[in-house]
């Protein structure tokens, strides 16, 4: 069985988290966003940016491809491929100038897990910057094929009985994520505490670096899995599993992976992060065209990106989804988005949602100062600058940093203005 560990916030924790939120205030004193000359090119010709075999890394690595981290200024960046996200904060920590990595495509929640040193050596806090959101929605849970009788879809309740046959027989439920408190972790607890499945006490969760799930699964290491594409769409195209629900489908216009950067590199190289989220930027607005779906899902298929078949790609990119359980839809919405809509933007009410719910499953402690957090980490300021430079369209500039009021597939509804309220009406959690 996982173990959940809750730690409260120590006095020597408290110190350490509010010495590295005074420096980072008194460096944005001293270079507020906007105050650098306007046209000062970067202030580095390259950053090191790691990426993880998944479609939503496709903004950086059609920013590569395309040239367009040279085209504003940047020819010398470098995206590399992380092995697991264990290994993507690994290098973060490191940090660039110590063979580590900059910067990231990143589980949303990750970059505040590192900046209070919840899942770093020692606990130390290493300050993190939220850049940009990088997509919203298309990852999948799929379940083993021993499944498929249970009809089991959006409602999860219908494991239930056959996870506890499965027990009695005195075997091992388990559910694979791809980082604890990440945003996979988050939708597969959310999926069956929803369907009365505690996370914590009915099935073991574990950890499996996304490229190896299908694997992993073919031979019987996991139940149900949760994880980004193409792995879900290459599972049910090697006939192992099938595909319960997408992740739109528990929450449509759900926010996922994040451009995070060590908080260090941005306030030495403002210009630079500006620079990156520019091309960034510009890379979504590409991946968000129909029309550059077949040559985009070729080129992340290339061997030095994900090296799979582009079939395994294209089909969920276009929302087109082969469920692998008799279900097949084509052309809904539940495909990935890159940039209409805001997408690009990181709105606050979203971080407030994914720390809200690392408390759920405690690791936050119930009195986490969610507000305080997130204008320490989210940088939608840098956002809007760098929007401001590349001329994007007032309409396509969120007007708040906060989109209101989120409704999940069970009914519950999350205010960002009042997340204690929206831990109360939970019934399976570990802490409120």
């Given at each position: 069985m996982s173990k959940i560990i809750t730690t409260g916030i120590t006095r020597r924790s408290m110190l350490k988290t509010t010495a590295t939120a005074a420096l980072i205030t008194a460096v944005r004193s001293a270079f507020p966003s906007g105050a650098f000359?306007?046209?000062?090119?970067?202030?580095?010709?390259?950053?090191?940016?790691?990426?993880?075999?998944?479609?939503?890394?496709?903004?950086l690595i059609v920013a590569q491809e395309k040239g367009l981290f040279a085209k504003h200024g940047m020819p010398d960046v470098?995206?590399?491929?992380?092995?697991?996200?264990?290994?993507?904060?690994?290098?973060?920590?490191?940090?660039?100038?110590?063979?580590?990595?900059?910067?990231?495509?990143?589980?949303?929640p990750l970059p505040y897990l590192m900046h209070t040193g919840k899942v770093t050596q020692n606990n130390l806090p290493v300050p993190m910057a939220i850049l940009a959101r990088l997509n919203y929605d298309s990852q999948?849970?799929?379940?083993?094929?021993?499944?498929?009788?249970?009809?089991?879809?959006?409602?999860?309740?219908?494991?239930?009985?056959?996870?506890?046959?499965?027990?009695?027989?005195?075997k091992e439920i388990k559910a694979a994520m791809t980082?604890?408190?990440?945003?996979?972790?988050?939708?597969?607890?959310?999926?069956?505490?929803?369907?009365?499945?505690?996370?914590?006490?009915d099935v073991s969760t574990i950890v499996v670096p996304p490229p190896q799930m299908v694997a992993n699964m073919k031979v019987g290491n996991m139940d149900v899995f949760c994880v980004?594409?193409?792995?879900?769409?290459?599972?049910?195209n090697q006939g192992i599993g099938f595909t319960a629900a997408t992740t739109g489908e528990l929450w449509k216009g759900h926010p996922e992976k994040a451009l995070g950067m060590r908080s260090n590199w941005v306030e030495k190289n403002p210009n630079g992060a500006k620079a990156l989220l520019m091309a960034v930027m510009e890379a979504q607005q590409w991946c968000d065209s129909m029309d550059n779906k077949q040559e985009m899902s070729t080129l992340l298929g290339k061997r030095q990106w994900f090296n799979v078949p582009p079939k395994d790609v294209l089909g969920r990119l276009k929302g087109d989804i082969n469920y692998g359980n008799g279900r097949v839809a084509h052309g809904t919405d539940l495909y990935m988005k890159f940039?209409?809509?805001?997408?690009?933007?990181?709105?606050?009410?979203?971080?407030?949602?994914?720390?809200?719910?690392?408390?759920?499953?405690?690791?936050?402690?119930?009195?986490?100062?969610?507000?305080?957090?997130?204008?320490?980490?989210?940088?939608?300021?840098?956002?809007?600058?760098?929007?401001?430079?590349?001329?994007?369209?007032?309409?396509?500039?969120?007007?708040?940093?906060?989109?209101?009021?989120?409704?999940?597939?069970?009914?519950?509804?999350?205010?960002?203005?009042?997340?204690?309220?929206y831990l109360d009406s939970l019934t399976i959690k570990v802490a409120s």
């Open positions: 000359a306007a046209g000062a090119g970067p202030e580095v010709t390259g950053a090191k940016l790691g990426f993880i075999a998944l479609t939503d890394a496709a903004p470098d995206v590399a491929k992380q092995a697991s996200w264990g290994a993507t904060r690994d290098n973060l920590v490191l940090g660039g100038a110590a063979n580590g990595i900059d910067g990231a495509h990143i589980l949303s999948g849970i799929s379940v083993a094929k021993e499944y498929a009788d249970t009809g089991v879809q959006l409602d999860a309740s219908k494991l239930k009985a056959a996870f506890e046959k499965k027990k009695a027989e005195g980082f604890p408190g990440g945003t996979h972790d988050l939708w597969i607890r959310y999926w069956l505490a929803a369907g009365a499945i505690d996370p914590d006490k980004g594409e193409p792995w879900n769409e290459q599972l049910v940039w209409a809509g805001g997408v690009s933007y990181p709105f606050k009410s979203h971080d407030s949602w994914f720390l809200a719910e690392n408390i759920r499953w405690g690791k936050f402690a119930p009195d986490t100062d969610i507000k305080t957090l997130v204008d320490e980490v989210n940088r939608e300021d840098i956002w809007r600058a760098a929007a401001k430079d590349l001329g994007v369209a007032k309409a396509d500039i969120p007007t708040s940093s906060s989109r209101g009021k989120e409704t999940f597939f069970d009914g519950k509804v999350f205010d960002p203005e009042n997340p204690s309220a």
